[in-house]
């Protein structure tokens, strides 16, 4: 008998949180993580074109969910670049605006906080953030760095609406705020968009990967603020600083977590990673910078009933013997690059393993190496079942549709367990 | 002497490595000899980080130190110092990617290892790899990618040089995060690797300069 979608839907749930748990499941899932332009390039739309259309991104993710296969409704991987537009962010390049319609969008670093700005930072986060961050990183926000305001409290003050005219009349303050105005319209359609696009694949029985995301500190303060040259500079010259900025972003990115899952009552939280990675540090480096600061969002997630999802960027076989540590059955480890054998022996007691199918196999290998690789996986883990199917950052733009196909083929074949 | 200077260097002692240098030239040394001297420490890092002993903190923080005792050194070096190079290397991330994090900690890996390297930034179109092939001669091309889109870039510029009747006179990597052996064979290039000690054997491999 064909299930229902309500069935549907929580067999998935239920087979996901299994393999989670460590429990076997009746047959191993292919969720990739999250989509970002392979929807609409098999579509032959561009990307530039769904950056501009959310609806049509979502209607895209919809079709190819349902095309090949997938267990879940992928999360959206793409910041909206109308939004990123209205705010003239420099700090993100995407296609439609100064990159080519069918390229990706790509992150620019840069130290947002100079090296010696940490002290600034530190001492007054939201104030630095305004007059100094936000400037940087976009350009509405230009004439916060050179308005003398007055303290926030201010606004408080019934006279306010007086004494604060000369500041918002400035020159390039009607511009930003209708920078941001545009910026919550397109927020709101794209919010609109995705609401509609999970409400309606749970509707079909496809559940959402998850709503809560939250960041490692270190990578908070290495990624978006200091760059990689000077967060990795000031491991040298100004060690204490640094850790007093990852100190200082641990509770916020907790509570962002904790606060998304709450009010949208899930209970799934995803963490992306990168300079912990194998390669980017020691495992001095690592154990004095990364781990301490991740594993307390980690800890945190798990103490509030959240499953933590950490992507797990780069190659982590070095750091095996850290997440050898974390309590069993609680945290869904996503896997970049990685080595399986290493990880099956080290944390296969530990955490459930998902992902790692090379991208470079779904672009441009064949559907019989796809499925080989697949069946590699599944007779490293079929034992106790703990394994989901996914490339290594879901599903990659430039993957070739038989190859995806052939991920479903694979799992249908070997993975009924 | 000159131990003290590779000491302070592989220890990360920036301020100390400085003041061993400004102390060695207010000694009437050589600034040959005390670049060399920076060169090999240098390349005990590199060796380090082969052998995963160092990781990539270190690279950047001693290219940092190197830049410093280099700034110290330059004005009294000949241009003749400068021209003694190992071989020369062309390097770019490919067109469509604008990453270039991986690719600067190769190249300052090269330039400190004593390689002529001519850096194109990102982004890099397929003609500007060509025109940098004829005019610079390079033994060796270094092509990045982050992307998955870097895979056809990759092909497609290895198909420029190709096409332009240079593919027999260079060697081409390709590196990477997402780089692998089934990336090397499609793109056509003649080796790969995933970080700087890659780059640097390959590049002691295909120039006469020896081992790295």
Known sequence: MTPTPEELYAQREQRFNDIVALKKPDKIPLMPLMMHYFPNKIAGVSNAAVEADHFLRTKLMKEATLKFGFEWAAAVGVPPAKSCEALQLKQMRWPGGDLPDDAPFQWVEDEYIRADEVDQFLADPNGFAMRTILPRVAGIFQPLSFIQFPPMYWLANAYSTILLAPFLSAPGMKEMFEGMAAFCEDAQNFMAAEGGYFGEMAAMGYPRPFVGVGFPAFDLVSDYFRSLRGSTLDMFRQPDKLLAMIDAMVPPSINLIIGACKATNTTRAFIPMHRGAGGFMSDEQFEKFYWPSFSALIYACIENGITPMPLFEGDYTPRLKYLATLPPGKVAAHMDKIDRKKFKEMCGDVMCFWGNVPPSLLATGTPQQVKDDVKELIDLFGDTGTLIIDSTVGIPDESRPENILALKEAVDEYGVL | MSNELADAILAMDEDGALKIVKDRLDAGEAPEAVLDDARSAMTTLGDRFACEEVFIPELIMGGEIMKGIAAELKPRLTADDAAEKRGTVVVGTVHGDIHDIGKDVVVMMLEVSGYDVHDLGIDVPV??????????????????????????????????????????????????????QQVCAYSGADGWGRDATAALAFAAEWTTGGAA
């Open chain 2, 127 to 180: 003609e500007t790899f060509v025109a940098a092939v004829k005019e610079k001669s390079p033994a060796v091309v270094a092509l990045s990618g982050l992307l998955t889109l870097a895979f056809d870039s990759m092909k497609d510029t290895v198909e420029g040089i190709a096409a332009a009747g240079l593919r027999d006179q260079v060697k081409i990597m390709i590196g990477g995060s997402p780089v692998d």
